[in-house]
Structures are given as structure tokens and as C-alpha cells.
């Protein structure tokens, strides 16, 4: 996705030889963040200090525990001739653990430094070919760190339901409504129908983007009822995603559904600013990102879905394809819809997620 009015052009410039100006617009909050993790004081070593600071923001351990606990094991920090420069010694019997066991960090075949690189340009959605290329990572590398902080934040954004009591959730379909919102001037074909909705409640609007999958379109099976196939899978969504006592509002195409209020009938209640907002206004962000995943879902359809399913292809191959489609768009949609609602200082969040996810405390350190 192309930078919103949430970030800012890079005007900062690291003061350290680990820092280079990034080929990226981010977010002064962010950035100031990595910068003061990268600083070099020029006391110790620079992957020292980085261990030190990470350990005191949470994302390492403090303290870990010797394998074989003997009575006079006591595990310290100590310099070493391994990537991180530092690792976990054991001064009773010597036994030696990586740094950053017990912490998100384990296992990746990187330095500690580039997975904050990575973390920093996935929080400031920049492509990942850009950011690997531009911090030496390798690609299955920056694919795993990328992946788990889709996870994370899809996991984080499925937690919170749109929505409740004397709030008003309105629900659009997409591709659906672009002929009454705004002219569709693409050549990119929509795959996949969307499923709206958005959370007046916040300013800025709060939304669930959820992809279709009971499309006959999309599963090839013409013996079944399309409009019973749509307002069950509608149903269901709502149920799911919103708070009990939310007025849900209908659009024009979304299928009537019980206890809800169609967009005609609210309207009428609105003044003309309102009217206006409630017809188009609301969307926007949301059409950008409908609009932005038909790239990922054109690609999907093709070559770039791993069961090699390929454009123009019938039955259950195209099945086949269309379903690994949706589930790529839907991943999207998510992530990128929990980053939409943090501005600058989403760097400081997702940290905080990731050590309350993957760091590994002591007892004393609970305590």
C-alpha cells in the first residue's frame, strides 16, 4: 500500500554507523523508537547495548535458566564470537544458550538488529522486497518475520468486535456498491466480493473487511442458492464481528437480515452532511484497501498461488485457486486493517505485543 496521511516523509537520520536513511516514508514516533534502540554510546559493543535495551523494553529475558540446574549454576551475560556478540554463559558449568532464547528472536537466522529493521518497515507497511533488499535479509528470513507479525496483529485484531450498545455498524458489499460510491476505472478484474463494515463510533473509522467465501462464483457449484449462500455467510459475519445491542445498518447490497435497519431507513433521519458521510465518506479507506487487494488476489489466481492453479482454468482447479485467493486477501485485509488503526507509535505497540506474545519470564521477574 502507498503511504497515508498517518506517516511522514523520513527526515531523521541515524547518528550511528548501523543506521542508514531508510527508503521509506515512516513515522517520527517509530523511528525515534529504533533509533534509540540502535544508539551507540560507544561504552560497550553495539550488539551489546541492543541486548541491554531490548532487555529492558521486555523483548529479551533478563534471566534464563541453565539446562542442567545444578546447585551452583548462576547463568550471566557474557561478549562471544556469535552473531548476536553476546550470549548466556552458565558460571558454574559453563554451558552456553544464545541470547535471545525464550524471546521472538530464537531461531531466526538474522541478527537481532535486522529483525528490528524488518519489524520496523512491516509497522510502516512497506513492501518486502524493498525492506529485505535494503537490510540484507534473506527472502525466506524477512517471508517468517513478516508472517508472524501478520499473525500477531490478525490474532489481535480478531480479539475486538466492532460495535455495542447506542453505536451504529454499517455494512456495504464490495465490488458491489463502487457503482453508487465511485467510479471503478481499473482493468483488474474483482475477484472476490467483500463484506463491509464500519464502526462509526471511532474517529478514525474502525472496519472488518471480510472476504466472501460462499461465492458460488468462486466455488463453481451453480446448484446453489446464491442469495440463501450470501445472507448465511452475511449473518454469521455480523454475529462474529459485532457487539451485542449494535444498530447494524444495511447497504443497498448487502441481503436483509433480521433486526437490522436498512441504509434507507436511517437516512431519512440524517441531515445532508450526515447523508453524505454515510454514503461514501465512511468507505473511503476501506475502498483503498478492497481496491489494493485485487493486486494480491489477481496474482493469487495465477502463478502466485502455491497449488499452481492458473488464470482461466475451470472446475476444481479453479476452486482450488480461487479459495487459496481468498484466504491470501483476507490475510491482508486483516493486518493490514489492525495497522490502520494505530498512527504513529504502532513501532512502540507491536513491540509490546510481541513480548507479551514470545518473551519467556522468571519467576522473579513476574514477581
Given at each position: 500500500m502507498e503511504a497515508d496521511s498517518t506517516t511522514y516523509e523520513n527526515t531523521y537520520h541515524a547518528n550511528t554507523k548501523v543506521a542508514d536513511s531508510l527508503p521509506f516514508t515512516i513515522c517520527p514516533g517509530n523511528y525515534k523508537l529504533y533509533?534509540?534502540?540502535?544508539?551507540?554510546?560507544?561504552?560497550?559493543?553495539?550488539?551489546?547495548?541492543?541486548?541491554?535495551?531490548?532487555?529492558?523494553?521486555?523483548l529479551l529475558p533478563?534471566?534464563?535458566?541453565?539446562?542442567?540446574s545444578n546447585p551452583d549454576c548462576n547463568v550471566v551475560c557474557k561478549v562471544a564470537r556469535v552473531i548476536d556478540r553476546v550470549q548466556w554463559v552458565?558460571?558454574?558449568?559453563?554451558?552456553r544458550q544464545p541470547i535471545r532464547i525464550g524471546s521472538f528472536f530464537f531461531k531466526l537466522q538474522c541478527s537481532?538488529?535486522?529483525?528490528?529493521?524488518?519489524?520496523?518497515a512491516w509497522c510502516e507497511d512497506v513492501d518486502i522486497t524493498v525492506a529485505l533488499q535494503h537490510f540484507d535479509v534473506k527472502p525466506k528470513v524477512a517471508i517468517s518475520i513478516y508472517d508472524r507479525l501478520d499473525e500477531l496483529a490478525i490474532k489481535e485484531l480478531n480479539r475486538q468486535k466492532l460495535g455495542g450498545e447506542n453505536s451504529v455498524v454499517m455494512a456495504e458489499m464490495y465490488p458491489d456498491c463502487l457503482n453508487r460510491l465511485s467510479p471503478d476505472t481499473t482493468d483488474q478484474p474483482h475477484v472476490h466480493r467483500i463484506l463491509m463494515l464500519?464502526?462509526?463510533k471511532h474517529?478514525?473509522?474502525?472496519?472488518?473487511?471480510?472476504?466472501?467465501?460462499?461465492?458460488?462464483?468462486n466455488l463453481h457449484s451453480d446448484n446453489m442458492d446464491d442469495d440463501e449462500i450470501l445472507k448465511s455467510e452475511v449473518e454469521m459475519v455480523l454475529s462474529n464481528m459485532t457487539e451485542p445491542g449494535s444498530m447494524i445498518v444495511l447497504g443497498n447490497n448487502v441481503p436483509s437480515?433480521?433486526?437490522c435497519v436498512s441504509y434507507q431507513n436511517l437516512v431519512q433521519h440524517c441531515d445532508v452532511d450526515m447523508q453524505r458521510f454515510l454514503s461514501s465518506r465512511v468507505w473511503r479507506q476501506a475502498l483503498t484497501l478492497c481496491a489494493a487487494s485485487r493486486d494480491l488476489c489477481v496474482a493469487g489466481t495465477g502463478a502466485g498461488v502455491a497449488s499452481g492453479a492458473n488464470v482461466g482454468v475451470t472446475g476444481a482447479g479453479a476452486g482450488v485457486g480461487a479459495a487459496a485467493c481468498a484466504l491470501a486477501v483476507q490475510r491482508y485485509l486483516d493486518a493490514s486493517l489492525y495497522r490502520l488503526r494505530y498512527e504513529d507509535g504502532f513501532y512502540d505497540h507491536i513491540l509490546k505485543l510481541i513480548s507479551a506474545e514470545f518473551?519467556?519470564?522468571s519467576a522473579s521477574d513476574a514477581n
Open positions: 533509533q534509540d534502540f540502535i544508539e551507540d554510546n560507544v561504552e560497550k559493543n553495539i550488539e551489546y547495548q541492543i541486548v541491554e535495551r531490548l532487555q529492558q523494553f521486555g533478563n534471566t534464563v535458566k541453565c539446562p542442567s552458565c558460571a558454574g558449568c559453563g554451558k537481532i538488529l535486522q529483525v528490528l529493521q524488518m519489524t520496523l464500519a464502526d462509526t474517529i478514525s473509522t474502525y472496519y472488518r473487511l471480510h472476504v466472501i467465501k460462499g461465492d458460488p462464483k437480515i433480521d433486526g518473551t519467556e519470564t
